[in-house]
């Protein structure tokens, strides 16, 4: 059972995964009644980190001011960041967090690779130092991505990636990851395989979520909180028991990308 502090925390980890949720999936998920999933979303609403709406809350994206720095979110990207060196080339995983991502870059110098339209505008000011690429292709509008006119890998390929930032929907086992869509897994198997190195940047509760396209990757750099499950060990990740939502953890170290 979550006291409150801890619930809170895992509403936002879902948030940033899924975009939304429903109060009723909520109560059913972690064991509490719907007004008890309500006071937290009103709750959460005060301090501007979701908006409620009719039967749930949507994930609201950092803003970029200062205080995006004590929203959990951008915790576990500031963790990131110090792992990203100038002028190097990444691809990004398209999902909620790595939108979040894409306001926290500031002056860091790199070129990007996009398949997601919705992450362009994020990067369009001029003031920006970042360079955007994007494919040849055209939109899925299952998935909101662009499906290429030739193939993910040869788009990466073409590109020389320099790393890949991945934040799959679910870590069934260390070297694997999950998707609930097929592209979505098409385009992070292709960047795992192209680029010199990984980092995967998941909530605690990917590893307590299962997805239907598992794709297989090399050794990673896992950012995570500190409340991975037990069943999820290897000699590349540590495990420490649940302490405080804010507190983070790097389950394995490497050099930056």
């Not at 059972?1 to 936002?12: K, Q, S």
């Not at 970029?64 to 002028?87: F, K, M, W, Y």
């Not at 890949?164 to 870590?171: G, H, T, W």
């Not at 396209?213 to 750099?221: A, C, E, F, G, K």
Request: aromatic content about 4%; hydrophobic content about 40%.
């Amino acid at each position: 059972m979550y006291v409150p502090h801890e619930r809170r925390a895992v509403i936002l980890r879902l948030l940033e995964q899924r975009g939304s949720v429903r109060t009723t999936s909520l109560a059913d998920e972690l064991h509490v009644t719907e007004e008890t999933i309500r006071t937290d979303i009103i709750a959460l609403q005060k301090q501007k980190l979701l908006r409620r709406v009719h039967g749930g809350a949507l994930y609201i994206p950092p803003g970029g001011g200062e205080d995006d720095g004590v929203r959990a979110d951008c915790q576990l990207i500031d963790r990131l960041l110090p792992h990203l060196t100038s002028n190097c080339t990444l691809y990004i995983d398209p999902c909620t967090l790595t939108r979040a991502l894409c306001t926290r870059l500031g002056a860091l110098e790199c070129r990007l690779l996009l398949v997601e339209p919705a992450m362009f505008s994020l990067l369009s000011s001029p003031t920006q130092p970042q360079e955007v690429i994007i494919p040849g292709g055209k939109l899925d509008k299952e998935t909101k991505l662009i499906r290429p006119f030739s193939s993910c890998a040869r788009f990466l390929e073409e590109h020389r990636v320099d790393g890949a930032i991945l934040s799959p929907d679910a870590i069934p086992a260390p070297g694997q990851m999950a998707y609930h869509h097929e592209l979505r897994a098409h385009w992070a198997a292709a960047a795992a395989s192209a680029a010199n190195r990984c980092v995967v940047l998941a909530p605690a509760s990917a590893f307590n979520e299962t997805a239907q396209h598992i794709i297989r990757t090399r050794r990673s750099l896992y950012i995570t909180e500190n409340n991975l499950p037990e069943s999820f060990a290897d000699e590349e990740t540590e495990l420490i028991p649940f302490l405080d939502p804010h507190e983070l953890l790097l389950a394995s170290q490497t050099d930056g990308i």
